[in-house]
């Protein structure tokens, strides 16, 4: 059985910083295509950033290039988000998400497995 953990979140101001990790466990002998999601108050989940198998490939979505950084590390199915210059608009509940296919993952419904979600609030 295949589990997504996701750890980090929390309160902060505008401009701080924060970051997420995420591992998956269970069936672990291939890597995954990860990446994050996020969905915000009374909206529809939206495409963050997403990595691929090896980390040799990224993507973003426009509202965050330039402030976030999705990294993960060589050989595991553990990645990060490092999010800076946060602003109160990047509020929302953050998913991450892997599944087991070649390039970077920007489609939500091609991702298999999801992890339990963690706040992130900024704070004006």
């Known amino acids: 059985q295949v589990q997504v953990v996701q750890s980090g979140g929390g309160l902060v101001q505008a401009g701080d910083s924060l970051r997420l990790s995420c591992s998956v466990s269970?069936?672990?002998?291939?890597?995954?295509?990860m990446g994050w999601i996020r969905q915000a108050p009374g909206k529809e989940r939206e495409f963050v950033a997403g990595?691929?198998?090896?980390?040799?490939?990224?993507d973003y979505a426009d509202s965050v290039k330039g402030r976030f950084t999705i990294s993960r590390e060589n050989g595991k199915n553990t990645v990060y988000l490092q999010m800076n210059s946060l602003k109160p608009e990047d509020t929302a509940v953050y998913y991450c998400?892997?599944?087991?296919?070649?390039?970077?993952?920007?489609?939500?419904?091609?991702?298999?497995?999801w992890g339990q979600g963690t706040q992130v609030t900024v704070s004006s």
């Open positions: 998400a892997a599944v087991v296919l070649d390039g970077v993952i920007t489609i939500l419904s091609d991702y298999r497995y």
């Open positions: 269970g069936r672990t002998y291939s890597l995954y295509a």
């Open positions: 990595i691929n198998w090896n980390g040799s490939r990224s």
